[in-house]
């Protein structure tokens, strides 16, 4: 069956670096669209960096650029985000989506428009 699976969350310093994984399996991950989102208590969930199927464009939210990155290992049917110099508000649940509706490969990193989803993994930046 259709599958994702985040790993990779935890407690880190201020400043520190984590990398999570998002494991696709029951379909190949190359072929549709992949975003990360997170979402922190008493807000709303959003976009954190996604690729475009259509086109493999890249999309990182404002407030995560030059510190994060987002990246694929075909052979392994994976998806990563490496986050580096976090924030302590850069805590929050962090989720991998996918979407296999046509039409997905064109859509923005906007959540709304992802219907399948990982379980999420908890980032938590605090000295």
């Known amino acids: 069956q259709v599958q994702l699976v985040e790993s990779g969350g935890g407690l880190v310093e201020p400043g520190g670096s984590l990398r999570l994984s998002c494991a696709a399996s029951g379909f190949t991950l190359d072929y549709y669209p992949i975003g990360w989102f997170r979402q922190a208590p008493g807000k709303e969930r959003e976009g954190v960096s996604c690729?475009?199927?259509?086109?493999?464009?890249?999309y990182y939210a404002d407030s995560v650029k030059g510190r994060f990155t987002i990246s694929r290992d075909n052979a392994k049917n994976t998806v990563y985000l490496q986050m580096n110099s976090l924030k302590p508000e850069d805590t929050a649940v962090y989720y991998c989506?996918?979407?296999?509706?046509?039409?997905?490969?064109?859509?923005?990193?906007?959540?709304?428009?992802?219907?399948?989803w990982g379980q999420g993994t908890q980032v938590t930046v605090s000295s």
């Open positions: 989506a996918t979407d296999h509706d046509y039409g997905s490969g064109y859509a923005p990193c906007v959540s709304d428009l992802f219907g399948i």
């Open positions: 690729i475009r199927s259509s086109d493999g464009s890249i």
